[in-house]
T-cell receptor, first 114, second 114 residues
């Protein structure tokens, strides 16, 4: 089925460990995004990629890095995980970089940092 | 800057009764407004959007929303709620010059009781 695929779905890390969250879309969308969801705070943009080869910081980029590997894939890396990064992470893509058609979201990665 | 407010953390409604989820926004240009729904352990799903044109927008699952420019509101409505409508609802806004970077509200939990 067409859509946005995120892996893994669940992960527990120890403080200081690193990991990469993977995201792939098969809708030929130009733009991709990483959000984190925390209770009572809605979704906050971490990084986005308007098109292949470009990435930009969002609202809460500290502690994260991203790679737009190709048009399909956009990964999020935590170099040294901290308990404050415990969250649910969503990847999204949109048909145009201006998001006129809205986002298609992945099913999320629930990350716990202990 | 742009912002979204969802003033109610939770809305409780009996099945068959009308459902309203409130959203107000603040933007410096023309807004694009969206509603998304999130079921437990799932990603966000698109419900409807306002880009331009008619102020009353109809979307998926019988939902509709009315854009009110003077009140800067975009309330989500359903004439007759179902138990299956119980979920977390997010309002989101962006402007024509904010690049696909949505600002999400904190979310409103809807609980529909039989």
């Amino acid at each position: 089925n067409a859509g946005v695929t995120q892996t893994p779905k669940f992960q527990v890390l120890k403080t200081g460990q690193s990991m990469t969250l993977q995201c792939a879309q098969d809708m030929n969308h130009n733009s991709m995004y990483w959000y984190r969801q925390d209770p009572g705070m809605g979704l906050r943009l971490i990084y986005y990629s308007a098109s292949e080869g470009t990435t930009d910081k969002g609202e809460v980029p500290n502690g994260y890095n991203v790679s737009r590997l190709n048009k399909r894939e956009f990964s999020l890396r935590l170099e040294s995980a901290a308990p404050s990064q415990t969250s649910v992470y969503f990847c999204a893509s949109s048909a145009r970089d201006r998001g006129v058609y809205g986002y298609t979201f992945g099913s999320g990665t629930r990350l716990t940092v202990v | 800057a742009q912002s979204v407010a969802q003033p109610e953390d939770q809305v409780n409604v009996a099945e068959g009764n009308p459902l309203t989820v409130k959203c107000t926004y603040s933007v410096s240009g023309n807004p694009y407004l969206f509603w998304y729904v999130q079921y437990p352990n799932r990603g966000l799903q698109f419900l409807l959007k306002y880009i331009t044109g008619d102020n009353l927008v109809k979307g998926s699952y019988g939902f509709e929303a009315e854009f009110n420019k003077s009140q800067t509101s975009f309330h989500l409505k359903k004439p007759s709620a179902l138990v299956s409508d119980s979920a977390l609802y997010f309002c989101a806004v962006r402007t024509t010059d904010s690049w696909g970077k949505f600002q999400f509200g904190a979310g409103t939990q809807v609980v529909v009781t039989p």
